[in-house]
């Protein structure tokens, strides 16, 4: 079961909606550029919704809905359930998680700069690994029931 998120990780999540409304494209693009180091992790992706750009903004969408609706999730089941589903088809693993919140969290700072603080940085830790959590959950179901 996942540890629910903290009223004050819920609060800081959703007053940085506004600003991922605004930067959600630029910080999925940086964070893309950091994941794609990693040439295994680059091989999973389809790198022409990458190049079109498409993947960004997806990912971004995703998470500005995240953001918005931490405090209910309910609201996101059947978004959780495609992504689930899109990465059980791609072979994302759980231990693919722990790349992505090491180039996802750096990018926001990257991107927002001093208004990134360590506050902002810390609540979006603990609600990446909260969704991951989720994700990793119903992913791993999927992958049984498909053995």
């Known amino acids: 079961m996942t540890k629910p998120l903290s009223p004050e990780t819920i609060a800081m999540v959703k007053a940085t909606a506004p600003a991922l ?3 959600g494209v630029a910080i999925t693009t940086r964070m893309y550029e950091r994941l794609f180091v990693d040439p295994a992790i680059k091989a999973l992706f389809d790198q022409a ?3 079109s750009g498409e993947q960004p903004k997806r990912l971004a969408a995703a998470i500005l809905a995240f953001a918005q609706n931490v405090d ?3 609201v996101l ?3 959780i359930e495609r992504i689930a589903a899109r990465h059980v ?3 994302i693993k759980a231990e693919h998680y722990p790349a992505v919140a ?3 969290l750096p990018a926001i700072r990257d991107v927002l700069g001093d208004a990134a603080t360590d506050d902002v940085l810390n609540a ?3 609600a990446y690994w909260f969704l991951a959590d989720v994700l990793i959950g119903r992913e ?3 992958y049984a029931d498909a053995a």
Do not use: F, I, P, V
């Open 49 to 51: 919704a990458q190049a």
């Open 124 to 126: 979006w830790g603990e």
């Open 72 to 74: 209910k999730l309910d």
């Open 77 to 79: 089941t059947s978004a």
């Open 89 to 91: 088809e791609t072979h």
């Open 102 to 104: 090491n180039a996802l």
């Open 21 to 23: 409304q605004q930067h």
């Open 140 to 142: 791993a179901k999927m």
